[in-house]
């Protein structure tokens, strides 16, 4: 399978890891365990910046979304291009839960806090931490049970 396959291929599994880490989120914010996500923050950021005066709170509704779906099929072309192996669906899972977390750690630990958008994890002072982890983790899972059955054959 080629590169640009096998990226096409994880963009798509990142569309649906992102659709199950939604849902999951869902749920942990309608239980009083989440309040504000990662891509609201970034959206904040650029309220902060004034990026987004002249925005209808629908606009930035939008922009939420985009950029929530926007990272989880990026994500996931980025794990399509590394998974080069195929394994049973158990293996698949638990790779892509592992990757998941990798993802995890290279936006929350890295990114987000080099842009402001919030401080890394270990200086925060609150168990809600995990929360993102666990999420990451679903998603990865998800990911690679999709990763997996939208390839015909092994690499």
């Given amino acids: 399978m080629s590169l640009i396959q096998r990226a096409a291929r994880g963009a798509v599994s990142g569309f649906g890891g992102t659709v199950a880490l939604t849902g999951l989120r869902k749920a942990l914010t309608a239980a009083g365990l989440v309040g504000v ?7 904040g950021k650029l309220e902060e910046l004034g990026l987004l005066d002249e925005w209808s709170p629908q606009a930035r509704r939008a922009l939420t979304v985009a950029a929530h779906v926007c990272y989880g099929v990026g994500a996931g072309a980025a794990l399509g291009v590394m998974r080069r192996e195929r394994g049973e669906a158990g293996e698949e899972a ?3 839960s592992a990757l998941g977390l990798l993802v995890w750690g290279a936006n929350w630990s890295g990114l987000l806090p080099l842009t402001g958008v919030h401080q890394p ?4 002072r609150t168990t809600k931490v995990l929360l993102p982890v666990l999420d990451h983790i679903v998603y990865g899972a ?3 049970l999709l990763y997996r059955a939208v390839r015909r054959k092994p690499v």
């Fill in 37 to 43: 996500t990662a891509p609201e923050q970034v959206v």
């Fill in 121 to 124: 994890p270990w200086k925060e």
């Fill in 142 to 144: 998800v990911w690679g």
């Fill in 94 to 96: 638990a790779v892509g």
